[in-house]
């Protein structure tokens, strides 16, 4: 019974190490746009997510189990048996001016592999500054999409699920939409 102390400390020990190896990465947060993008608070907010189909089930969360950065994560999780509608997450409008080059990147994994399509458009127009799909598996992985302003005025980032037919939990951390000087 003794030894139990030390083998609890030892494994404690290791998570930490393993912790701090995955926090460290070179990026200025000074630079990034996103409002809550690592999720290390205690709400999704500014986050949203919706679907135009309002018979699709799904919750967003913030998962203190998963993560890139920190101990937390975004969690998307679609519900129930559903037609392959599509579910967006968003967050708020960037103020943006035409010329600007703004990278958009996230660290994403999932329960189900699934194609996703990230964008950053102008609100309530058909203009598109980046438009990607991506596969995210079950692992994390970094995404990242190059966005080219071509008006002045708003621009809104974009996680489209697209398939609602395939349903589990899907996580986002370390969110970033930063200009590129
Ligand atoms: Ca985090």
Redesign the pocket.
Known sequence: MKRLPLLVLLLLGSLSVNALSVETYDFDQEKNLVKNY???GLGVHPWRAFSEDSSILFRVNIDQNE???????LVVEILGENRQSEVFLATGEFPVKKGQIFTFSLYAKTEKSREVVISVDKNYSKVDYGWKSIFIGTDWSEFSLPVYITEDGTAEIKINLRDASINGKVWF??VRFYEEY
């Open positions: 690592d999720f290390e993560s890139v950065t920190g101990n937390q994560s951390d370390a």
